[in-house]
Protein backbone atom coordinates (compact mmCIF):
# COMPACT_ATOMS: atom_id res chain seq x y z
CA UNK A 1 0.00 0.00 0.00
CA UNK A 2 2.98 1.81 0.65
CA UNK A 3 3.87 1.80 -2.47
CA UNK A 4 1.13 2.91 -4.14
CA UNK A 5 0.46 5.99 -1.98
CA UNK A 6 4.44 7.03 -3.09
CA UNK A 7 3.44 6.59 -6.99
CA UNK A 8 0.34 8.15 -6.56
CA UNK A 9 1.93 11.57 -4.59
CA UNK A 10 4.49 11.13 -7.03
CA UNK A 11 1.75 11.34 -9.85
CA UNK A 12 0.06 14.42 -8.42
CA UNK A 13 3.74 16.47 -7.56
CA UNK A 14 4.52 15.63 -11.12
CA UNK A 15 1.48 16.19 -13.12
CA UNK A 16 -0.56 18.48 -10.62
CA UNK A 17 2.47 20.99 -9.54
CA UNK A 18 2.47 22.38 -13.38
CA UNK A 19 3.85 25.87 -12.93
CA UNK A 20 4.09 26.69 -16.63
CA UNK A 21 2.21 29.45 -17.52
CA UNK A 22 1.04 29.62 -20.79
CA UNK A 23 1.39 33.49 -22.28
CA UNK A 24 -1.48 34.50 -24.87
CA UNK A 25 0.03 36.54 -27.78
CA UNK A 26 -2.43 38.86 -28.64
CA UNK A 27 -1.90 40.87 -32.55
CA UNK A 28 -2.86 43.77 -33.30
CA UNK A 29 -4.83 44.10 -36.59
CA UNK A 30 -3.41 46.70 -38.73
CA UNK A 31 -5.93 48.19 -40.93
CA UNK A 32 -5.43 48.17 -44.88
CA UNK A 33 -5.43 51.58 -45.91
CA UNK A 34 -5.87 51.30 -50.00
CA UNK A 35 -4.56 54.57 -51.89
CA UNK A 36 -7.20 56.00 -53.94
CA UNK A 37 -6.67 55.74 -57.36
CA UNK A 38 -5.94 58.38 -59.58
CA UNK A 39 -8.78 59.25 -62.36
CA UNK A 40 -5.69 57.71 -64.94
CA UNK A 41 -5.71 54.73 -62.96
CA UNK A 42 -9.60 54.26 -63.61
CA UNK A 43 -9.62 55.23 -67.24
CA UNK A 44 -6.91 52.51 -68.27
CA UNK A 45 -8.97 50.08 -66.06
CA UNK A 46 -11.10 51.29 -68.12
CA UNK A 47 -9.67 51.45 -71.16
CA UNK A 48 -7.71 47.27 -70.33
CA UNK A 49 -12.17 46.08 -69.55
CA UNK A 50 -13.10 47.70 -72.85
CA UNK A 51 -10.74 46.07 -74.51
CA UNK A 52 -10.73 42.73 -73.51
CA UNK A 53 -14.67 42.95 -74.73
CA UNK A 54 -13.49 43.69 -77.87
CA UNK A 55 -10.80 41.04 -78.24
CA UNK A 56 -14.07 38.36 -77.62
CA UNK A 57 -15.79 40.16 -79.93
CA UNK A 58 -12.96 40.08 -82.47
CA UNK A 59 -12.33 36.24 -81.75
CA UNK A 60 -15.96 35.42 -81.97
CA UNK A 61 -15.91 37.37 -85.81
CA UNK A 62 -18.52 40.55 -84.22
CA UNK A 63 -17.48 43.53 -83.87
CA UNK A 64 -20.33 45.12 -82.25
CA UNK A 65 -18.57 48.09 -80.23
CA UNK A 66 -18.31 51.51 -81.11
CA UNK A 67 -15.35 54.02 -80.58
CA UNK A 68 -15.68 54.68 -77.00
CA UNK A 69 -15.22 58.73 -77.21
CA UNK A 70 -14.56 58.69 -73.11
CA UNK A 71 -11.01 57.53 -74.09
CA UNK A 72 -10.40 61.30 -75.20
CA UNK A 73 -10.39 61.59 -71.70
CA UNK A 74 -6.55 60.51 -71.15
CA UNK A 75 -5.49 63.70 -72.58
CA UNK A 76 -7.14 65.67 -68.82
CA UNK A 77 -7.01 62.74 -67.01
CA UNK A 78 -5.64 63.33 -63.64
CA UNK A 79 -2.42 61.07 -63.38
CA UNK A 80 -0.88 59.71 -59.67
CA UNK A 81 1.85 61.75 -60.43
CA UNK A 82 1.30 64.77 -62.71
CA UNK A 83 5.08 65.26 -63.64
CA UNK A 84 4.54 62.11 -66.10
CA UNK A 85 1.89 64.35 -68.30
CA UNK A 86 4.83 65.24 -70.65
CA UNK A 87 5.59 65.34 -74.59
CA UNK A 88 6.38 61.26 -74.39
CA UNK A 89 2.90 60.82 -72.41
CA UNK A 90 0.60 63.42 -74.66
CA UNK A 91 2.39 61.68 -78.31
CA UNK A 92 1.78 58.10 -77.08
CA UNK A 93 -1.42 58.88 -75.38
CA UNK A 94 -2.52 60.19 -79.06
CA UNK A 95 -1.32 57.16 -81.01
CA UNK A 96 -3.11 55.19 -78.82
CA UNK A 97 -6.20 57.38 -79.51
CA UNK A 98 -5.67 56.71 -83.00
CA UNK A 99 -5.12 52.99 -82.98
CA UNK A 100 -7.66 52.40 -80.67
CA UNK A 101 -10.21 54.48 -83.60
CA UNK A 102 -8.45 52.61 -86.08
CA UNK A 103 -9.94 49.44 -84.72
CA UNK A 104 -13.89 50.44 -85.26
CA UNK A 105 -12.73 51.60 -89.49
CA UNK A 106 -10.80 48.34 -89.98
CA UNK A 107 -11.82 45.62 -92.13
CA UNK A 108 -12.71 42.33 -91.05
CA UNK A 109 -9.53 41.01 -92.67
CA UNK A 110 -7.12 43.62 -90.70
CA UNK A 111 -9.31 43.61 -87.57
CA UNK A 112 -6.73 41.49 -85.71
CA UNK A 113 -3.71 43.58 -86.62
CA UNK A 114 -5.70 46.80 -85.94
CA UNK A 115 -6.67 45.39 -82.49
CA UNK A 116 -2.92 44.41 -81.67
CA UNK A 117 -1.45 47.67 -82.67
CA UNK A 118 -3.57 49.53 -80.37
CA UNK A 119 -2.80 47.24 -77.44
CA UNK A 120 0.89 47.66 -78.48
CA UNK A 121 0.63 51.64 -78.64
CA UNK A 122 -0.25 50.69 -74.84
CA UNK A 123 3.00 48.26 -74.29
CA UNK A 124 5.06 51.02 -75.84
CA UNK A 125 4.40 53.72 -73.66
CA UNK A 126 4.61 51.80 -70.63
CA UNK A 127 7.37 50.57 -71.07
CA UNK A 128 8.38 54.16 -70.09
CA UNK A 129 5.78 55.16 -67.89
CA UNK A 130 4.28 53.11 -65.01
CA UNK A 131 6.09 49.66 -66.12
CA UNK A 132 3.94 47.42 -64.09
CA UNK A 133 0.50 46.97 -66.29
CA UNK A 134 2.99 45.55 -69.01
CA UNK A 135 2.46 41.73 -68.31
CA UNK A 136 -1.06 42.32 -67.70
CA UNK A 137 -2.00 44.50 -71.01
CA UNK A 138 0.08 41.98 -72.60
CA UNK A 139 -2.56 39.40 -72.48
CA UNK A 140 -5.04 41.32 -74.52
CA UNK A 141 -2.94 40.81 -77.77
CA UNK A 142 -4.43 38.07 -79.93
CA UNK A 143 -2.17 35.71 -80.92
CA UNK A 144 -2.94 34.21 -84.74
Known sequence: MKKYSLLFL???LTFG?????????VEEKKELIMAKS??????MNE???????IKQQILKGELKSTYPER??????????DNNDRDDFFKTHS???LQSEAAIFN????SLIHSYNNAINACI???TKKCTGPIPRIKKLLITE
Open 106 to 109: SSQD
Open 71 to 80: FNNIHTAVLT
Open 47 to 53: MYAYNEA
Open 38 to 43: SEMANL
Open 17 to 25: CNTTTKETV
Open 124 to 126: TCH
Open 94 to 96: EAF
Open 10 to 12: LAI
